[in-house]
T-cell receptor, first 116, second 114 residues
Framework: AQTVTQSQPEMSVQEAETVTLSCTYD???????LFWYKQPPSRQMILVIR??????QNATENRFSVNFQKAAKSFSLKISDSQLGDAAMYFC?????????????FGKGTLLTVNP | DGGITQSPKYLFRKEGQNVTLSCEQN?????MYWYRQDPGQGLRLIYY???????QKGDIAEGYSVSREKKESFPLTVTSAQKNPTAFYLC?????????????FGNGTRLTVT
């Protein structure tokens, strides 16, 4: 079974600085998607960024980018120029291409605090 | 605007009572899901449905039931058999169940059972 591990329960960053959130996963599949979701205090889950395993180029969405290392099964999220509105719980998630392609498997989350 | 609506936002029930959480989507998505979130945990899959009149158990289906009579609606019933029903419940949908189809989430329902 696929597992997703976020080793940092909490992180903090100063406003305008850069922070990197870590995520590792375990899978035997060769093709899959990886996602980062943000859950602010409102508790709605918001898709931040996604990466297909077959694409070598790291995904970027404005101030958010990923460092995808397929061999190491690592998928970190970098937030540049951090803003107060970035404060949230961040979840890394995996979706495989095999028999469990319906299922999004989540890590336990990293709580990000942004200090003014 | 298209989206997923969960109601109510907060729900209180006495132990031993069944309770139904509502989830409606107007995104014309085929697949719908129910996840449970507990403090310090990620999201865990309760049930999912790929098409109307079909649904499958997820990882923690015991004590829960669902129906999918309409494409837009996927209500979740928390039965008295669920031993720890107090949690935050999130409904989601995706265009299809394929691996390249991201999930879109509702705002959630906080259920408290005393």
């Amino acid at each position: 079974a696929q597992t997703v591990t976020q080793s940092q329960p909490e992180m903090s960053v100063q406003e305008a600085e850069t922070v990197t959130l870590s995520c590792t996963y375990d899978t035997s599949e060769s093709d899959y998607y990886l996602f980062w979701y943000k859950q602010p205090p409102s508790r709605q889950m918001i898709l931040v960024i996604r990466q297909e395993a077959y694409k070598q180029q790291n995904a970027t969405e404005n101030r958010f980018s990923v460092n995808f290392q397929k061999a190491a099964k690592s998928f970190s999220l970098k937030i540049s120029d951090s803003q107060l509105g970035d404060a949230a719980m961040y979840f890394c998630a995996y979706k495989g291409s095999g028999g469990s392609n319906y299922k999004l498997t989540f890590g336990k989350g990293t709580l990000l605090t942004v200090n003014p | 605007d298209g989206g997923i609506t969960q109601s109510p936002k907060y729900l209180f029930r006495k132990e031993g009572q069944n309770v139904t959480l509502s989830c409606e989507q107007n995104l014309n998505h085929d697949a719908m899901y129910w996840y449970r979130q507990d403090p310090g945990q990620g999201l865990r899959l309760i049930y999912y449905s790929q098409i109307v009149n079909d649904f499958q158990k997820g990882d923690i289906a015991e004590g829960y039931s669902v129906s999918r009579e309409k494409k837009e609606s996927f209500p979740l019933t928390v039965t008295s058999a669920q031993k720890n029903p107090t949690a935050f419940y999130l409904c989601a949908s995706s265009e299809r169940t394929g691996y390249n189809s991201p999930l879109h989430f509702g705002n959630g329902t906080r259920l408290t059972v005393t």
